[in-house]
């Protein structure tokens, strides 16, 4: 099948007159553009990618010589202006011009690429090693936090290592190695261990979630696996008859494996060294097979920086980079992957370990140089450092100067191009410019499409071989090997001599949308299923990633409207999906240049989608006309949502929350009271998400939240059950079952997936006298259920013990009967824990009672259907002269359901208003960002500054703590309290923020006045940050809520509740996973000279900012509301 020509030259046809000769020249190579020669510049600066050859009619040839001369000069390639009297004489004359400037760009880059030894080549690492070790052998050649390793106290580690590998795979032809294992010295020794055995081994990231674990291993099958204390037990199960422990093979008796090589092993160059990580364009990642050659790429380049004694390299990437430091005398320095994550450690590292050589990515340096806003101090602790190389992205010209400036006298700030398939392929000589010579041992060329030299100056394609070029990737089918010379995906300029210019990224399959990875190409098969939809094209638009949103433009059939094609596909697409705006494909000028993009079988950039989506006039919505008010408003929310202005894009029902995420209600209240003049709570506008909606509370200046009466709410939800028995007679015969049941009690818990419902889990998982917990979860299935159960307990809990396999996650309906449960399990069942609930503290009480209330009325009538006790989870009273949220309104009414429940039924319940729940007090669990006191004290980091002068305190209970003490509850005594459905108050012990600075803060934070705080808070808000913005929600009530409570301290109250308080040591793990969690923002001048004190004397007047709120639903929460989503915090690989 022949291949597509791609379009990869532009004629520029310039004529002072309108004649058509254009048209002749067409031909399926050559993309022609039409000029005249006032506008010949311009259209030159459009199209700087491709090469460029202007033909001009005899009228206007003087003037586009002239231009093309000038433009010569400039980042571009052109190649000049040919004179046309005939126009198939003229594309002779391109072809000559083509291949003259191919020819000379092949030349080129033969120049270079004949300095490049030829294949077999690379450093050879096994008898360098050995030279080294005859040389310095006490040398300190691996270091960690707490271990340390000569060169030779190495080689004795990695021997055990690989006798203990060798008599695993003893009989097997190409075993496979898989190293799973924390990044320390240990880690090292299983990494040379694996070499000296002479096999390929795999390093599976120790931090990587459980869902990946099992996909790693299903690729890699190992026949071995290297793993420690803290990962043995992460090993899916199938291949726990693999597993070696690493920490004792490293340090077993034996003799020395020689490094001349093993005496017998059927790996060779061509199966590779070692294989990691890297993403593609797809959602999952890909395991690179790297060569041997790879592991001294790097030799070369740390000779001439000088890296040897008394030098200690800081490193994330052990397998590239670790050999060459340790054969010339200098210390690996093992960076822990949680290092990657934490500025804030690797900057401790920095000054502790006194390093003096980093590999970092520029991000990570900035953020490193961002931790410390005292510049003196900064510079004084990061002196030791005299060479820093940058992989993984483009290092920005002003990070470098300030690194520089920061840094010691002949500081290196080194940028190093590479790619996880290519290695190390670029490293400019720490000047900064723009242009990246070559390494000398990498074979490089820029192609276009066609296959053909990109001529020097034009944007190609860059393709190199090189020593460590990779092998292939690893698949469940084994090694897909890759091709002699590979596309690494990158667009560049050769610039001259063996330098080239790194201009962006190929247009991929994928964009990313609010965090999302989106296919536009998935989108855009599904909109043109549509009835009316003839065709479809979507991409990304918008000024940065924080403000990227999906377009869609459709060549449509008459009478189609934006909303109905939008509700359409909300039916069938994730939100994320659905695109935000809508334009109308009619014109048939964009119709052909939309198929000449898919001819090219190639996209646009995303710059020049957002310039032809732009072009394009929205699709309609109809007939409707809006209001005045609702057009002003409309533009609001266009502001609110960072759309383009528009007329015409929404509805009268139009909603708010299809358009964006709920933190743009604070945006939107922010523009409401600009452009009316009316200040209205973030909740009514919540209340009332329309467009028409929103103006009726403007307009009517009344809150449109309707009276709420939980009283009323609770009549509307009586407990009621068939069962022919009187309510004393359930009593009763719920408290015979609990006295009769034994060590196998089974527990149904709701709201599992919810962050206190996964240590609840474990909690009552953990007790000998329960068999099983039974999680009820929304989902299509259970095996859907057992995913999102799983996936939520490792996300909030870490690893998970044997106590997991008392869990089954069962697919159920929070609002039928039962729950959508069969009969035969409810009866059954010996507990029912309800912690289910929608958590939103802006909604108003109406929007949440179905969930909230009719919610526990069928938990009740499930429990006496199973003749079992229910303990309901509730939420902290008002503050005194507080109005209640909708929330609390909605608990409230349910609370009430319950106590008529047991007054009526005859239902055993115990009912807890729990306060704050904070970080949990075992290790592995992860930080509960959705809490408000959480996000308070990470914006104190985010801004590196805390109030001083206000009176706060504050309740928190350890979440394990809490679940460990209701667990006890469901089995204890029934009879009275607290199963009596009294409402009780579930809060820990109050801490003051005095002690909260001292004890849960770095001592680094700046003391500052509560007004100069929230006015620097407020502005980095405005300027989008999230964490700022998430503070907005809640910082209102937040204040309010402390100040409160510390009103309770000062009257004698809130130390005797029994559910006790945080110890020093939750205190340190608290405080070190704030800090871990949370980047600094970019330094800014001190709020204040000097530390303040005093008593907060100007708090009405310094919050007035909007009401908490945020949202979360399925499962009980803290308090306070939820307001984001976690992320990963794997290191990536040197590319990615």
């Known amino acids: 099948m022949p291949q597509p020509v791609h379009k990869t030259v532009t004629l520029v046809c310039c004529s002072s007159s309108t004649a058509s000769w254009s048209q002749t020249v067409a031909r399926d190579d050559v993309e022609i553009v039409t000029s005249t020669p006032e506008t010949l510049i311009e259209k030159l600066d459009a199209s700087k990618e491709q090469p460029v050859v202007v033909l001009a009619d005899q009228d206007s040839y003087d003037a586009a010589a002239s231009a093309c001369r000038a433009a010569s000069t400039e980042d571009r390639c052109v190649l000049g202006a040919i004179r046309v009297a005939n126009p198939t004489t003229a594309l002779v004359e391109v072809d000559q011009a083509l291949k003259q400037a191919r020819s000379k760009a092949a030349a080129t880059f033969s120049r270079h690429n004949a300095g490049v030894p030829k294949a077999p080549y690379g450093v050879p690492w096994r008898p360098l090693l050995k030279d080294a070790l005859q040389k310095r052998p006490s040398s300190i050649a691996a270091r960690d936090a707490k271990d340390k390793a000569t060169l030779s106290e190495l080689h004795a580690r990695a021997s055990g290592v690989a006798r203990a590998i060798r008599t695993a795979v003893e009989g097997v032809d190409k075993p496979a190695v898989c190293l799973f294992a924390p990044k320390d010295v240990t880690c090292v020794a299983g990494m040379l261990g694996a070499l000296l055995a002479g096999y390929r081994f795999a390093d599976v990231p120790a931090g990587s979630a459980a869902p990946e674990v099992r996909r790693l291993f299903g690729m890699i099958q190992p026949d071995v696996v290297l793993a420690v204390g803290s990962t043995v037990s992460r090993v899916p199960e199938a291949f726990q008859g693999k597993v070696v422990r690493l920490d004792a093979a490293a340090v077993s008796d034996g003799p020395l494996v020689p490094l001349d090589g093993p005496g017998s092993y059927t790996n060779d160059e061509r199966d590779g060294a070692f294989c990691v990580l890297t993403s593609g364009t797809t959602a999952a990642a890909k395991l690179v097979v790297c060569p041997h050659a790879a592991l001294m790429g790097c030799a070369a380049y740390m000779a001439q920086d000088n890296i040897g004694p008394g030098d200690a390299v800081g490193l994330f990437w052990l397998a590239w980079y670790m050999l060459p430091p340790m054969m010339e005398g200098a210390s690996v320095f093992a960076l822990p992957d949680k290092a990657f994550a934490d500025p804030r450690l690797l900057f401790d590292f920095i000054r502790d370990e006194k390093l003096t050589v980093l590999y970092v990515t520029p991000s990570i340096l900035k953020a490193v140089l961002d931790v410390e806003p005292d510049q003196k101090r900064l510079a004084e602790e990061f002196k030791t450092v005299r060479v820093v190389y940058c992989t993984g992205e483009r290092l920005p010209s002003d990070l470098r100067a300030r690194a520089l400036k920061i840094g010691q006298d002949g500081l290196r700030v080194r940028n190093c191009y590479s790619t996880n398939e290519g290695g190390d392929t670029a490293l400019d000589l720490g000047e900064g410019a723009s242009s990246l010579p070559l390494l000398p041992d990498v074979h490089a060329e820029v192609l276009d499409l066609n296959g053909e030299p990109t001529p020097v100056g034009a944007v190609g394609r860059l393709h190199v071989k090189g020593p460590a070029l990779f092998r292939g990737y690893w698949t469940q089918d084994g090694i897909k090997e890759t091709p002699e010379l590979y596309r690494t995906g990158d667009l560049v300029r050769w610039v001259g001599g063996n330098c080239i210019e790194f201009c962006g990224r190929e247009a991929g399959s994928h964009v990313k949308i609010r965090g999302f990875k989106v296919f536009p190409d998935l989108i855009e098969a599904k909109v043109a299923e549509h009835p009316s939809v003839e065709a479809a094209w979507a991409g990304a638009v918008g000024a940065s990633d924080a403000e990227m949103r999906l377009e869609c433009a459709v060549a449509c059939k008459e009478g189609l409207t934006s909303s109905s094609l939008r509700t359409w596909l909300r039916e069938r697409l994730p939100p994320h999906m659905v695109p935000v705006v809508v334009r109308n494909m009619d014109n048939s000028d964009w119709r052909t240049e939309r198929a000449k993009w898919l001819k090219s079988g190639k996209r646009p950039t995303p710059k020049k989608l957002a310039e032809l989506l732009a072009s394009l006039p929205e699709l309609t919505n109809g007939a409707e006309v809006l209001s005045d008010e609702a057009q002003r408003l409309a533009q609001c929310w266009c502001s609110a949502l960072k759309l383009p202005p528009s007329k015409d894009r929404f509805s009268g029902e139009s909603n708010f929350f299809d358009f964006g995420g709920s933190l743009a209600f604070v945006g939107l209240a922010s523009s409401v009271e600009a452009e009316f003049g009316v200040k209205v709570p973030v909740g009514d506008l919540v209340a009332a998400p329309t467009l028409s909606g929103m103006v009726s509370r403007i307009l009517d200046g009344e809150s449109a939240s309707p009276t709420f009466d939980p009283s009323e709410a609770a009549l509307r939800h009586v407990v009621a059950v068939d069962d022919g028995l009187s309510a004393s007679q359930r009593r009763e015969a719920i408290l015979a079952k609990a006295s009769q049941r034994s060590s196998g009690a089974k527990v149904l818990v709701t709201g599992g997936t919810g962050y206190v419902g996964a240590f609840l889990c474990r909690a009552l998982a953990e007790r000998e006298d329960v068999k099983e917990v039974i999680a009820v979860v929304r989902a299509a299935d259970d095996d859907k259920a057992s995913q999102r159960l799983q996936g939520n307990c490792e996300a909030r809990l870490g690893e998970l013990g044997d106590w997991y396999a008392k869990i089954k996650a069962v697919a159920g309906k929070l609002d039928a009967e039962n729950f959508g449960l069969s009969t035969d399990l409810v009866e059954t069942l010996d507990v029912v824990v309800h912690g289910a609930a929608e958590v939103n503290m802006v909604k108003p009480p109406s929007l949440l009672e179905a969930s909230n209330v009719g919610g526990t009325k069928l938990a009740a009538e499930l429990a006496l259907r199973a003749k ?269």
């Open 868 to 1136: 079992a006790p229910l303990l309901f989870t509730s939420t902290m009273l008002p503050l005194e002269g507080e109005a209640p949220t909708g929330y609390r309104l909605s608990k409230d009414a349910a609370e009430r359901v319950l106590e008529a429940a047991a007054r009526d039924a005859g239902a055993v319940c115990c009912t807890l208003q729990i306060g704050d729940l904070g970080f949990a007090r075992r290790a592995g669990a992860t930080l509960p960002e959705d809490d408000a006191l959480v996000v308070l004290l990470r914006a104190c980091l985010r801004l590196n500054a805390a109030p001083s002068d206000v009176d706060w305190s504050a309740s928190v209970i350890p979440v394990d703590d809490f679940a460990a003490k209701l667990a006890a509850m469901a089995f204890g005594n029934l009879d009275g309290a607290p199963f009596d459905a009294a409402p009780r108050e579930a809060k820990g012990d109050l801490v003051r923020w005095r002690e909260v600075l001292e004890a849960w803060l770095p001592p680094s934070i700046e003391r500052a006045p509560f007004a100069a705080w929230r006015a620097r808070g407020a502005e980095a808000a405005s300027q989008g940050d999230e964490y700022l913005r998430k503070l907005e929600l809640l910082i209102e009530g937040l204040v309010d809520e402390l100040h409160a409570e510390d009103a309770r301290r000062r009257r004698g109250e809130g130390s005797e509740g029994g559910w006790g308080r945080p110890d020093d040591a939750w205190a340190a793990r608290f405080s070190a996973a704030l800090a871990a969690a949370t980047p600094a923002l970019a330094p800014a001048p001190p709020l204040v000279g000097v530390s303040s004190s005093g008593s907060l004397t100007d708090l009405a007047a310094a919050h007035a900012v909007p009401a908490r709120g945020g949202s979360s639903d399925d499962g009980a929460s803290s308090p306070r509301g939820s307001v984001s989503d976690g992320g990963d915090t794997r290191p990536a690989s040197p590319t990615e």
